[in-house]
């Protein structure tokens, strides 16, 4: 069965390429042919580079479209979580500092990400054979948006345990505990109004399921796509501890949900939402009817 998520990644290359060929057109159609040269109405040209960096923009940019507001939203995150650190574990001027040239860094190193992106997807015009292939390169930078440019794997992150103190350290993993926890829990309750949707479920039936999945811990990362990997934690526990919440209807239409997340353990570690260092066990085999 085809994904929510397949059709989108099969779709979206496919439309783009239909407006770069349209804006292609376009811009053919107010050519001037003197002689054996083709000459291209300016005003035409910019319209169209206009249009394709729109486009890229959309792309990367997708909660506004818009390259300016979408660093606006990157630098405010930042200033917020040292707002946050300076609170919880009230810095020394050298320790902001160093915190701070390391928070901008992450983001200068990804923007610089975005325009080199940028850069190449202009040079395409056209191409609609390429399209495809720029997708996946822009996908990375989506994801990594997405997930916050402080996350795992930032020099933010990296320099974090090597400034603060020990008393420091732990009062700041209480508060990002609590937050993790808090985001685990909104996504848990996505996924279940999924399961609720499809199955049917009574309140006390999603209390129950919301209790198994609470005494899992929350993920290190967070995405667009954080109730996949809570369904895929849900296909994942032993039947017995979900099927004795619910009646057999119910059971047969939730086994046909889980094996779609099944193989989705590629895409989790893929997207940072699973780590790889932290699964213990392979991807949870098909449930038979």
């Known amino acids: 069965m085809v994904t929510n998520m397949q059709l989108r990644q099969t779709i979206r290359p496919l439309l783009l390429a239909a407006i ?14 003197v002689g054996p040269i ?22 990367m940019w997708q909660n506004t479209g818009d390259a300016r507001q979408g660093e606006q939203r990157i630098r405010t995150q930042s200033r917020l979580q040292m707002s946050e ?3 919880v574990c009230e ?19 990804f923007l610089e ?16 054979n390429a399209v495809n292939q720029m997708w996946q390169e822009i996908q990375p930078l989506q994801q990594k948006q997405s997930r916050g440019l402080t996350g ?20 700041y993993e209480v508060i990002t505990e609590e937050r993790r926890r808090f985001r685990y829990k909104a996504s848990v309750a996505v996924a279940l109004h999924t399961i609720e ?33 809570i369904m895929y934690r849900l296909a994942g526990l032993p039947p017995e501890k979900i099927q004795q919440h619910l009646d057999a209807r119910q059971w047969t239409a939730l086994k046909q ?29 098909e449930v038979k009817p």
């Open 152 to 171: 795992p794997g930032s020099l933010f992150t990296k320099t974090v345990p090597k400034t603060l103190t020990a008393e420091q350290a732990t009062r």
């Open 20 to 33: 770069l060929a349209a804006a292609a057109r376009a811009a053919d159609d107010d050519e001037v042919v």
């Open 91 to 109: 810095l020394t001027p050298q320790q902001q500092q160093k915190l701070e040239l390391a928070a901008r860094g992450d983001i200068e190193r």
């Open 38 to 59: 083709v000459a291209n109405n300016d005003a035409q040209q910019m319209q169209m580079q206009r249009m394709v960096d729109a486009n890229f923009d959309q792309w």
């Open 257 to 285: 949900q889980f094996n779609q997340y099944r193989d989705m353990k590629p895409f989790l570690i893929e997207q940072g939402l699973l780590d790889r260092e932290e699964l213990g066990q392979e991807a949870p085999t």
């Open 197 to 229: 949707a499809g199955v049917g479920l009574k309140a006390e039936q999603r209390e129950k399921l919301q209790q198994v999945l609470d005494e899992l811990p929350p993920p290190r990362a967070f995405g667009q796509y954080d109730h996949y990997l």
């Open 113 to 128: 990400e975005v325009e080199t992106l940028r850069r190449k997807f202009n040079a395409l015009k056209g191409d609609q």
């Open 85 to 87: 650190l300076q609170r």
